[in-house]
């Protein structure tokens, strides 16, 4: 795909094909890292967590005999409402 450096305010940016996004999985708003490589531009989506997982997968990886217990944080120490 071919595209133009543009001038956004004091800015410059490239406008991205929807389908080159896909591609690369990357949507509107997440994080990449961008870097030079042999004088190349390089987009890479970051690794993230959003999605790795479902709740029900997080969920059947608690163990069955797990028992929540409430947890002593001590005295309020500055303008704490207990």
């Known amino acids: 795909m071919i595209t133009k450096?543009?001038?956004?305010?004091?800015?410059?940016?490239?406008r991205l094909n929807k389908q080159i996004l896909k591609e690369a999985n990357i949507s509107v708003g997440d994080e990449v890292d961008l870097c030079v490589r042999e004088g190349a531009i390089v987009i890479e989506p970051v690794k993230r967590l959003r999605g790795a997982?479902?709740?029900e997968e997080l969920v059947s990886?608690?163990?069955?005999d797990y028992k929540p217990s409430e947890v002593n944080w001590g005295?309020?120490?500055?303008?704490?409402a207990w």
């Open 5 to 14: 450096v543009q001038g956004w305010g004091n800015s410059q940016g490239l």
């Open 53 to 55: 997982h479902t709740l």
């Open 61 to 64: 990886k608690i163990p069955a």
């Open 75 to 80: 005295e309020p120490s500055g303008m704490e």
